[in-house]
């Protein structure tokens, strides 16, 4: 059974950093696989914002790319997301998602593409 377990978010000002963590188990025995980060604020629809795929590859939002890192620890099968430069707008629940198919690369950034999913971070950016 596929667990994820986001762990790592809070309160920080603008400009701060945060280190998100998702911690997975239960992913089969597959040589793809593949884990994103997605956030909603409230009143939003869940968007991606970062994928990293089994072979190492990673996926941005445009618009998150010079501020956030995705990473994998596979020893320790922990996800992670750092997050820079931290704006007000990026406050929102943040998710970890998984799934085991593959799927088109303009895809992956897509909610619908993941069948697995934690129960969220909250990451608030206020002064």
């Known amino acids: 059974q596929v667990q994820l377990v986001e762990s790592g978010g809070g309160s920080v000002q603008p400009g701060g950093s945060l280190r998100l963590s998702c911690a997975a188990s239960?992913?089969?025995?597959?040589?793809?696989?593949?884990t994103g980060w997605f956030r909603q604020a409230p009143g939003k629809e869940r968007e991606g914002v970062a994928v990293?795929?089994?072979?190492?590859?990673?996926v941005y939002a445009w618009s998150e790319k010079d501020r956030f890192t995705i990473s994998q620890d596979n020893a320790k099968n922990i996800v992670y997301l750092q997050m820079n430069n931290l704006k007000p707008e990026d406050t929102a629940m943040y998710y970890c998602a998984a799934d085991f198919r593959v799927t088109h690369q303009h895809l992956l950034l897509r909610r619908s593409e993941y069948t697995y999913w934690g129960q969220g971070t909250q990451v608030t950016v206020s002064v």
């Open positions: 239960g992913y089969p025995d597959s040589s793809y696989y593949r």
């Open positions: 990293i795929i089994s072979d190492g590859s990673t």
